[in-house]
């Protein structure tokens, strides 16, 4: 079954992109029979001075378990996808706006945008020396659809019909159906490429910048320089440690002591002060959101009024100010943020409206019925507070709600999804389409209200083999107007992410442990 942490943050942020996503590689043929997808995300500002090479550099990461792992297909958390960038490469390596570049293929190319033929990089070797192979590629994909694996991305594997090797550097994809987006899909970290074979996963055998020197699941990892790498002008530090420090205070405490030269998930509350102590926050606006799911197949969210009025409920700017401290742009109960290409600015904004929610309430008798309580958890980011809030507007015009809270530990597993009205929270993913297919189809996986329309599925459909831009473009804005409207999930703001540094490290603008 896919982890509902599965492409988090890929290429949005310092930590989240693994310290190390590789560049776009200009040399590099890219024919992708289209405008590939993306979610414009903003960066920070120009570099100051040239990097100096060499050094040893430490990262802290917030989460980190006994079930860390180095296999690309088992990895779920944040921390495992920054182990997993930093030690493989994949066939498509996704920009800071999640727009896709060549990575180890040097080309792909598609006429029908069904069969996929892909032409690898000559001279890439494994930490082990062994040459990058076609066989490699095969073997790393397939193993995907193994249901046994239980790999993050086996939904998305099965989309593959065959996989076969062309010679010793081609590979031919063919999909069940067309889809232009696919080489979006071949840039998450899941999709990392091994040696052909490989079983076991103590130490990580890639062709990424880094070799794994040591590997302590749930305490820390230590990255050396790979010499070579097939990057040409190689990586800047001969040394990184990323280790994990699940504490909020110890985190920030670490960065602050000087301990640690960078952590990611730097609290709001906390960036004042860190700036005054001379150290730098990266601010990067995401497609990241926490929001509340209201199942349209059970209780009170068969009735479309009941989930129009709790939409109305959320005072979005209360959240904006008093949950994410401003560091968060409004959300439109549709997935794509405002920066996104592709974002349907049209839609009327559901704004707070606590009369017209008592109304429609009142209209269908929910104001005297007992309902489901709302499930929240710390491990969706600001959903206890948005719960409360909720909670308070609620009882202004006579609705009871009642919150339970979660505990973090196992949220995901056992109680996510699982009741009428939950959080959930829902990180940015690699493409438009990969965003509808994941969440919002009648098949999907991770559908949190359990919307179905046929309607939408046929239109998801059409915008995979529409070449034409302006016609996509024009199909993803009915399906988010039809989310909007349609679907049980309300989505009051997308979250900024904040890294810190320390100001040894210099500017980021551009930041990467590769030169």
């Not at 100010?321 to 549709?334: E, H, M």
Request: aromatic residues 8%; contains cysteine.
């Amino acid at each position: 079954m896919l982890n509902r942490r599965n492409m988090m943050k890929q290429g949005t942020c310092l930590l989240a992109s693994g310290f190390c996503a590789v560049q776009p590689w200009s040399g590099a043929a890219w024919a992708a029979g289209g405008n590939a997808d993306g979610a414009g995300l903003a960066g920070a500002g120009p570099h100051n001075a040239q990097p100096r090479t060499g050094g040893h550099v430490r990262a802290a990461s917030t989460s980190g378990s006994l079930s860390d792992t180095l296999d690309p297909a088992r990895q779920s958390m944040a921390t495992d996808y920054m182990r997993g960038n930093m030690f493989y490469d994949g066939l498509v390596a996704l920009d800071e706006t999640l727009t896709p570049h060549p990575a180890l293929a040097l080309s792909i190319d598609s006429t029908d945008f069904k069969t996929w033929h892909i032409q690898l990089r000559r001279g890439v070797c494994f930490h082990d020396g062994a040459p990058l192979t076609s066989a490699d590629v095969v073997y790393s994909i397939l193993r995907h659809k193994a249901p046994e694996l239980g790999s993050q991305v086996h939904y998305l594997a099965m989309a593959m019909r065959t996989v076969k090797a062309d010679g010793p550097l081609g590979v031919v994809i063919e999909l069940d159906a067309p889809n232009i987006a696919f080489p979006s899909v071949l840039g998450l970290t899941n999709f990392a490429i091994i040696r052909e074979g490989t079983t076991q996963f103590h130490k990580a055998n890639g062709t990424g910048p880094f070799t794994c020197a040591v590997f302590q699941p749930g305490i820390r990892s230590v990255a050396l320089r790979n010499p070579n790498f097939w990057k040409s002008d190689g990586v800047w530090v001969d040394s990184l440690e990323l280790i994990s420090i699940s504490d909020d205070m110890a985190r920030h405490n670490a960065l602050l002591s000087g301990d640690v030269d960078i952590i990611a998930s730097v609290a709001p509350r906390l960036v004042a002060l860190i700036r005054k102590r001379n150290i730098s926050v990266l601010e990067s606006p995401t497609g990241t959101y926490t929001n509340l799911a209201i199942r349209q197949d059970v209780g009170p969210g068969q009735n479309p009024d009941f989930v129009q009025a709790m939409k109305l409920l959320f005072n979005r700017e209360q959240m904006r100010s008093s949950i994410y401290l401003g560091f968060c742009r409004t959300g439109n109960d549709q997935p794509l943020p405002p920066e996104h290409r592709d974002c349907n600015t049209t839609l009327p904004q559901t704004r707070f409206d606590p009369d017209k929610a008592r109304f429609l309430l009142k209209k269908n008798g929910f104001l005297n019925q007992s309902l489901p309580p709302l499930i929240c958890s710390p491990a969706a980011n600001g959903s206890v507070e948005m719960a409360v809030l909720l909670q308070n507007a609620a009882q202004n015009i006579g609705l009871k709600l009642d919150v339970r809270r979660m505990p973090a530990d196992g949220y995901w597993s056992q109680s996510w999804m699982r009741f009428p009205m939950g959080f959930g929270n829902v990180n940015p993913r690699a493409s438009a389409d990969m965003t509808f297919a994941l969440s919002f189809t009648s098949t999907a996986p991770w559908n949190e209200s359990h919307w179905r329309d046929p309607q939408f599925d046929q239109l998801l459909a059409l915008s995979r083999q529409e070449p034409d831009s302006a016609k996509r473009h024009a199909l993803y804005n009915d399906m988010q107007a039809m989310i909007h409207t349609g679907s049980g999930v309300c989505i009051p703001s997308f979250i900024t992410s904040l890294d810190g540094f320390h100001p040894r490290i210099g500017s980021v603008a551009q930041f990467s442990l590769l030169a």
